[in-house]
Every structure is written in C-alpha cells, then in structure tokens.
C-alpha cells in the first residue's frame, strides 16, 4: 500500500541568464546533468495529507502545503478529483537550499509516486505539465539524464552523453536563496547589455564526447558573480578545489554548493578529501553522472 520513488540531484554544466521579463522571470539556457545523489519519496495512504522528513538538514525542510511534494500531490489530485488522503515521507540526501534541486527533486518524486499509488494513467506530457507548475527545475528532476532547459528552464530537450562525468560537491555552512540571488543578479547587471543565453556548442559536443578536460573548459553559469556577492566565502571553497586537481569549479545553480568536475573516480575521491581538510566548507559529496531521473523502486 505504499510506492517509493528515487529521485537525482542536477548540477548545472552551464546556466545562461537573460535580463529579467515582465513577469519577473528570467529566460534561461540551462544544461542539466543529473547526478548520482539521490532523495526518496514514499507515499502511503492516510487520513489526511501530511509531510515528513528524515536525514541531512532535515529540519529545513518546510512540512506544511508549501513542500513541493505535498503541491504535487494536491496538483495531480486536483486534476483527476482524487482526495489527496496520502502521508509523503521524504528521505533526504541531496542538499537543502544547495543548489542542486533537491526540492523540486521531491515534488518530481511525489509527483510519480502518487501517480503510481493512484493509478492515474496520466501521461508523461502531463506529468511534465504539472511539473512545469510547480517550478522551473521539477520537469528535469523527472527525466534526469542531461538536457537543456529553456524558457525557464522547463522546456526541455534531451542531450546526449558520451560518458561518466566525476563530480565532487562542497556543502556550505549556510543556505541561499534562489530568488535573493537572481534579485541580486538583477542588481549587478543593471543598465548592462545582457545577451540573449544560447547553450554552449562547446559544451554540448564536450557532453556527447564525454570529455571531461572539454566539458571543463567550457562550463560557465551566470548566476556565480551574484551568488559570490551574497556569500564572498564562496571562493574560497573554489580556489580550495582547484588547487586540489579540479578540473573546473563552479557554484552549482543559484548556490551555495561549489561543484568540482574532476578527470575520473579516484581524482575525485583526492579533491574530496582536499577539500574537507581545507575548511572552506560543512560537508563534502562526491557524486557521479548522468543517472536516470525519477524512478519507482518499490511498490
């Protein structure tokens, strides 16, 4: 009577921002790489809708309708008159406020969990529908892989890889928020001429290569100079990680998680151990990818 649904971390190998829309969004070019740090979301039927949490920085996550998991369930109960009478466990292992989607990682998991627990029939279009309502990064986290996002970042369009990419994430000691560091990136950009984002060829060629020292020289992300505005300690944890052998370092999404692409397994296993001894940071993961998005594994 219960599903469980694994869900991925991203790292962004590049994030593009255009100027600031209308609506206060921002058009992105985004590409996504799903890594192997994985939450788990297990939905049971209840008396009522309720949320709870366990593992790394648990305390952080909100348990009330606010969680993206519990507006999953409510959006997909909404559309097929279901009561959403369903206790969502959530296990974390991806970071909290790191960057790296490990909310909307959630409400992708609810989503395909419910789904399953319902027996909805819903399709992947509209499973997809209902993630782009919840928030620009919840489609990814769905299908995982790699891809590029644009719009928000929710349309997205499956790319391919030519291998294991090595990734070593430092935790920071505090979170940040995302929409503080696109007001921020707002600020610093100002009166500039902000071009339109376009996905690196370089980039994408490194990708479908799996060439990690390509894939280094060409991973950028825009949002770092107002995320290192917020939190100068930042870059202390980058130059910790490319002193210890990183290939390239870079704030993963909005931040605060540093992300450090290394040449295979056993130099990120090095860079690792660096960086904890370095003291720039809370915590240290390594993680690899591409891994599949979210995937049912118990029902």
Known sequence: ???????????????????????????????????????????????????????????????????????AALALAGRYGIEPAVHLHIAKDIPVAGGMA?????????????????????SREELLDICAELGSDVPFSLVGGAALGTGRGEKLRPLDVGGDFSWVFAMAERGLSTPAVFREFDRLTEGLDVPEPVASEALLDALAK???????????????????????ELADT???????????????????????????????????????????CRAVRTASGP????TVIGA
């Open 1 to 71: 009577m219960s599903v469980t649904v694994r869900v991925p971390a991203k790292v962004n190998v590049q994030l593009a921002v255009a100027a600031a829309r209308p609506d206060g969004f921002h058009d992105l070019a985004n590409v996504f790489l799903a890594v192997g740090l994985h939450d788990e979301v297990t939905v049971t039927p209840a008396e009522e809708l309720r949320v709870t949490c366990e593992g790394p920085d648990a305390a952080q996550v909100p348990l009330d309708r606010t969680n993206l998991a519990a507006r």
């Open 102 to 122: 490990g909310g909307s990682a959630d409400g992708a998991g609810a989503l395909l969990a419910c789904d399953t627990l319902w027996g909805t029939g819903a």
């Open 210 to 232: 799996g060439d990690p020292e390509a894939l280094a020289a060409a991973v950028s992300n825009d949002l770092q100079p107002a995320a290192l505005s917020l939190f100068p």
């Open 238 to 280: 980058l130059a910790a990680g490319s002193a210890a052998g990183a290939l390239a370092g870079l704030v993963s999404g909005s931040g605060p998680t540093t992300a450090f692409l290394a040449r295979d397994a056993g130099a990120a296993v090095k860079i690792a151990d660096a960086l904890r001894a370095s003291g720039t």
């Open 291 to 294: 891994v599949p998005g979210a």
